[in-house]
RNA sequence: GGGCGUGUAGCUCAGUUGGUCAGAGCACCCGCCUUACAAGCGGGCGGUCGGAGGUUCGAGUCCUCUCGCGCCCA
């Protein structure tokens, strides 16, 4: 036991002797009920970690540690989510560099020396995908290092990674089993499209933003009657233009339902159709239906089965042919003219063409509205028809939604409220998931497509690997009966270019970790598993997209339990995000209050309540810690760090009346722990400590320090109780500080050690009376006020004090223990009906 | 516009099923070098529980409306 006991260097020690004794490895040989297994998040590597995810990673591994303490062998593995367009981003600006697939892998190629961002170097996908490994390996290591010293209690020997062969192969395989099962298909649809990053995009990854825009009113002529007015915020889609629309009920359009009208410039023949969708409120009621504009010209396009005149292409820009049905020549010059231009410069120029037709009426309406871009882009997004894999998740199909449904209601919620979001979400499912991405550092697809004669692929007859290759990389290796010279050949193959959405990997991590299909034994030992720990944020995305997986492969639920976490706000209470750019890294608030009084702060917040970085709580813990390392280091020097803890041995009313309280406290905090309730645990124990130092301890001081009598060892053996049993409250919490102390005295790791319950102690405190207690600390109290407003020392002595009241009786079974707290000559207690307790204090006379 | 949540002391938050529930910590003020801890200890100041109605013997707690804030979805 050290003499000045200190906070410094304490996350060192401990990581290192944690390390060692492999204190926090899961035991594979004990059974299913013997085990907690969580799913953990898989942090994306490619960013910095922030404070938010140590916030909600403390919640986790408090639980993780109360269920160890409990006798469970926790199964508590950590992922790193490295795969897609975060990391593609980050090695594109770390690096200076591009993809591109068309090169040629260069085996020698090194990064330049000095990158930079703005002339990027193109290299091929190999190169890139290589570039990406390296730097995760490097960003991982980084962040392993700082959940080390966070304190988690992670077994790092069941780390992953979601780009690593094992999740590459158990995507893959899954993907299979969902193909065999109908329940994955490929297709050619409106798909909503980035052109930046020119991918597929889907529902989940969408979001609304304000942005200007005009209402253009246009005309479309009709022959022999007035021309009819629309007003459209994209007239450059003239030339996709496929019907005009009305709600059903709108008089003024009754009469042009099943006419036709002539587009302005373009001329083509276009129907006027009625759908309940159109708003009679909008501009003038009735609108252009094109293909595709947004994603209710989808619905009308598939409602209403309209044909395609898709006229935007991959890249953004206006494609070169004009679509079929624009067949005049003068359409076709006019069309001519927008071929290749972005859609910005199209709009221009369309307006131009209006204008110059007279149909362009008054000038454009600037407006604000809302458009849908991908979250991660800046471009708002286009829809372009193309060819890609989905996975049925209940937006197109009543019968899977039901059953995603009533996974969602069997699901236990911490807080109970977040099933709703959940709920919600599926409800409101407009498509399949979409989960091809048009990008380079992803899983693959495990699919090669027969060429025919004249090498167009034949999707119709994709080719398959076996299970047994997995994973493969239909890119680089050939399919079974095909020889990489046949790539790209008639009557060859090629491979699917597409590599999935990242969330199609990270639905499977209780797979990845667990260890489906791979190791058997740990897969039945681990899952379903217990817990899903995250933050509310990817409710829709990743709680979602991992009941859908396990719903079809499985049959189950992933997981018997959520425990949905907060926002972390920023002081100022506005959401903490990278965007925003008001992040905050963990390390300099781990180096300056110390991990567990940053592991403080994380757990008084409550699971799904926001809560604010506040630095004062930090303060508060890194006080706590300190705390603890006194009191302990003199309660071992007072007791005797060889002292028996026996429960027998305590006899005073005072100190079973201490641990009667203590009892209650053990039986809150584990209650609260089982309802995932942490923080109450940690304040209902941290306020039993500060009451303890400050009443308790004082009170037992002289006492415990009286080395022959029975009352002396009374107190010490109490001490030795309430010291044994608050550091296991708070180890969960505190596991630093609370490791330190109790080194000093007990064998192993506090971390190793049971669950405190009130049977160790029970026969001591259930002869005790809380009452004892409150009415001595009552009193002890009132003697430091008096001394307190007089202005003198704790020290002074005290003449005189006359204790009333019911409770003068209690508080009297502790006389001498108050009298020497107190430094009172003269204590007298008598006790009455009064419920109020009157304490009287006689100070000596001020001298001269 | 719809949904979920939230509004209690200057700040951060507790307040189980309506009945000492008006609390804690921080901050602030006044004291105290007290042999575990001055990064400490003792004491004190501080709120018409967002607002308005209603139910009730009784509402921070239940109901209705309303305002503010946060997030999600249109």
């Known amino acids: 036991m050290p003499d000045k006991p200190s906070l410094d260097g304490i996350e060192a020690k401990w990581v290192d002797v944690w390390d060692e004794s492999g204190v926090y490895h899961f035991d594979r040989s004990k059974s299913r009920e013997e085990i907690f297994s969580i799913d953990t998040p898989p942090p994306t590597v490619s960013g910095s970690l922030h404070i938010g995810h140590v916030f909600s990673y403390t919640h986790t591994d408090t639980v993780a540690r109360f269920q160890r303490m409990n006798g469970k062998a926790v199964f508590y593995p950590m992922g790193w989510d490295d795969n897609g367009l975060p990391t593609e981003r980050r090695v594109q600006n770390y690096y200076g560099v591009r993809c591109d697939p068309s090169i040629p892998y260069d085996p020698d190629f090194t990064p330049p020396a000095k990158p930079d961002p703005k002339k990027q170097i193109p290299i091929s996908r190999q190169n890139f995908i290589e570039l990406c490994e390296r730097l995760t390996v490097e960003d991982e290591k980084v ?52 052109v930046t990053f020119r991918t597929a995009v889907a529902q989940a990854e969408l979001e609304d933003r304000e942005r200007p825009g005009a209402y253009h009113t246009i005309t479309f002529h009709r022959d022999g ?62 609108a252009m239906i094109c293909t595709f504009g947004d994603v209710t010209d989808v619905t009308w396009w598939r409602e209403l089965q309209l044909p395609t005149r898709p006229i935007i292409g991959w890249d ?59 979250e991660k882009g800046d471009k708002p997004l286009e829809i372009v028809t193309t060819r890609q894999w989905y996975i ?127 190791d058997p034994d740990l897969f039945e030992r681990v899952f379903p598993m ?96 300190i705390k603890i390392l006194n009191a302990s280091k003199f309660a071992l020097s007072v007791a005797g760090e060889d002292t028996p803890v026996d429960p027998a041995a305590v006899t005073e009313p005072l100190d079973r009346s201490m641990l009667a309280v203590l009892a209650d406290v053990v039986a809150d905090a584990t209650a609260a722990f089982q309802g995932y309730d942490h923080t109450r645990a940690l304040e209902r124990t941290e306020r039993f400590f500060w009451d303890l130092c400050d009443d308790y ?42 490791e330190e102390v109790w080194s000093w005295w007990q064998e192993g790791s506090v971390h190793a050690a049971s669950w405190p319950s009130v049977e160790e102690f029970r026969s001591a405190a259930a002869a005790g009376d809380p009452a004892v207690l409150a009415a001595t600390a009552e009193v002890l109290r009132s003697v430091r006020k008096a001394k307190s407003e007089a202005k003198l020392s704790m020290r002074a002595e005290v003449d005189r004090v006359v204790v009333r009241g019911k409770q003068a009786e209690q508080a009297g079974l502790c006389r001498d223990d108050l009298a020497a707290a107190g430094r009172v000559a003269e204590l007298t207690f008598e006790s009455s009906d009064d419920t109020e307790l009157r304490v009287d204090v006689t100070l000596p006379q001020a001298e001269g």
């Open 392 to 518: 049925r998740n209940g937006g197109r199909d009543a019968e899977v939604r039901d059953g995603l449904l009533e996974r969602g209601r069997e699901l236990i919620w911490h807080p109970e409220h977040m099933c709703s979001r959940f709920e919600h979400w599926v409800g409101g499912l407009n498509g399949d998931w979409l989960i091809s991405r048009q990008r380079f550092f992803g899983v693959p697809f495990p699919v090669w497509y027969p060429l025919d004669d004249e090498g167009n692929p034949i999707y119709d007859a994709p080719i398959l690997p076996d299970e047994s290759q997995l994973p493969v990389d239909p890119s680089s290796e050939a399919p079974k009966g095909y020889t990489e010279e046949q790539r790209g050949k008639p009557g060859g193959f090629i491979g699917d270019p597409d590599v999935m959405d990242t969330w199609a990997t990270s639905s499977l991590t209780p797979q990845i970790a667990g260890g489906w299909e791979r």
């Open 697 to 738: 301890l004082e009170l037992v001081k002289a006492r415990a320090y009286d080395a022959d009598s029975r009352e002396g060892a009374s107190a010490r053996s109490a001490l030795l109780i309430a010291l044994s049993v608050l550091h296991r409250l708070f180890a969960p919490f505190l596991p630093f500080v609370t």
């Open 143 to 194: 962040f392993e290092s700082i959940w080390r010293r966070l304190g988690l209690s992670v077994d790092w020997r069941y780390t992953y990674a979601t780009i690593d062969d094992n999740s590459r192969a158990t995507a893959q395989r899954a993907f299979l089993r969902n193909l065999a099962r109908g329940e994955a298909y490929m297709a050619e649809a409106p798909t909503l499209w980035d």
């Open 316 to 374: 953004g820009r206006i494609v070169a042919d004009p679509p079929e049905g624009l067949d005049s020549p003068a359409g076709r010059e006019a069309y001519a003219k927008l071929a290749g231009a972005t859609v910005h410069t199209a709009r221009e120029r369309v307006v131009e063409m209006l204008r110059a037709s007279g149909d362009l009426i008054g000038e454009p309406q600037p407006i604000t509205h809302p458009v849908k871009f991908f």
């Open 225 to 286: 009657a007035e021309p009819v007015r629309i007003a459209t915020t994209r007239p450059e889609l003239l030339p996709a233009c496929v019907a005009l629309v009305a709600h059903p009920d709108d008089e003024r359009y009754q009469a042009l339902f099943g006419t036709t009208v002539r587009t302005p410039v373009f001329g083509v023949e276009v129907p006027v159709v009625a759908h309940r969708l159109a708003d009679p409120e909008k501009g003038t009621g009735i």
């Open 530 to 625: 217990d817990l899903r720990p995250q933050g509310q944020d990817i409710i829709r995305t990743w709680l979602f997209s991992t009941v859908v997986r396990s719903h079809f492969e499985h049959g189950t639920l992933p997981w018997s339990t959520a425990a949905i976490s907060g926002w972390i706000l920023d002081p100022d209470r506005k959401k903490m995000s990278k965007s925003k750019g008001n992040v905050v890294t963990p390390i300099a608030m781990l180096e300056k209050y110390s991990s567990d009084a940053v592991r403080y702060w994380a757990a008084s917040g409550r699971l799904g309540t926001d809560t604010a970085l506040d630095e004062g709580q930090m303060k508060v813990g890194r006080r706590l810690a």
